[in-house]
């Protein structure tokens, strides 16, 4: 168990975002806190809840491109990690691609708030979305059982996202986002997909 956690927290792309969050997190708190700031960081929490689902959904499962740069991405991004689900360098959103979008989020952020520490607030609600999903898709790839119902529901959808059907369950982090967009259905419901483990052959 102590293997398990300690693969989880010092992987190299972790390690840095929890870095950078904590890095952020007293910036703010040397800043000086306000009430207001719970609202930011909470919109944080729910920009990167949309972000994760719409890009899951719409780019990473996209139909494979005759672009050889493009299919490389997303083999590495996405198809890939269907082919090889429990591959550890596979499991975890690489730095260069969660790095740059959380930039250019918070960029758009700041051009509408113009204040800097609302911005930082903000950062970190996607920030500490981001390390939930990193470590909901991990717990679902290994041998380790949540202890909540929700946990296991998370656990259970995302595991027959890659073995049942990989149009349905694309929520990692929250299946409810799955439920408001019509891509949750119950097991028994959907058909088994021959390319679940394929995407490039879809």
């Known amino acids: ?16 975002m929890f870095l950078l969050f904590f890095a952020g997190l007293i910036f ?29 959904r719409f780019l990473f499962h996209l139909k494979a491109p005759k672009n050889p740069l493009f299919l490389k991405f997303l083999k590495r991004i996405h198809y890939d990690h269907h082919v090889y689900p429990n591959d550890l360098k596979l499991l975890f959103l690489p730095l260069w691609y969660s790095l740059p979008n959380f930039l250019i989020i918070s960029a758009v952020f700041f051009y509408f708030s113009r204040d800097l520490t609302e911005t930082v607030v903000f950062g970190l609600g996607l920030m500490a979305m981001l390390l939930t999903y990193e470590w909901k898709h991990y717990v679902a790839h290994r041998p380790l059982k949540p202890k909540t119902k929700f946990g296991k529901w998370a656990k259970k959808t995302h595991i027959l996202h890659h073995y049942k059907n990989e149009n349905y369950w694309f929520g990692v982090s929250n299946p409810i986002v799955d439920v408001i967009f019509g891509t949750f259905k119950e097991e028994k419901e959907v058909e088994s997909s021959k390319t679940a483990k394929n995407l490039e052959m879809r």
Not at 1 to 16: A, C, I, Q, S, T
Not at 31 to 53: A, D, H, P, Q, R
Request: charged residues 15%; without cysteine.
């Open 28 to 56: 703010v708190l040397m800043t000086g806190v306000k009430i207001s700031m719970i609202l930011f960081f909470l919109l944080g929490l729910f920009v990167f809840v949309l972000s994760e689902y719409f890009t899951h």
């Open 1 to 16: 168990m102590k293997g398990l956690y300690r693969d989880f927290f010092f992987h190299f792309d972790v390690l840095v």
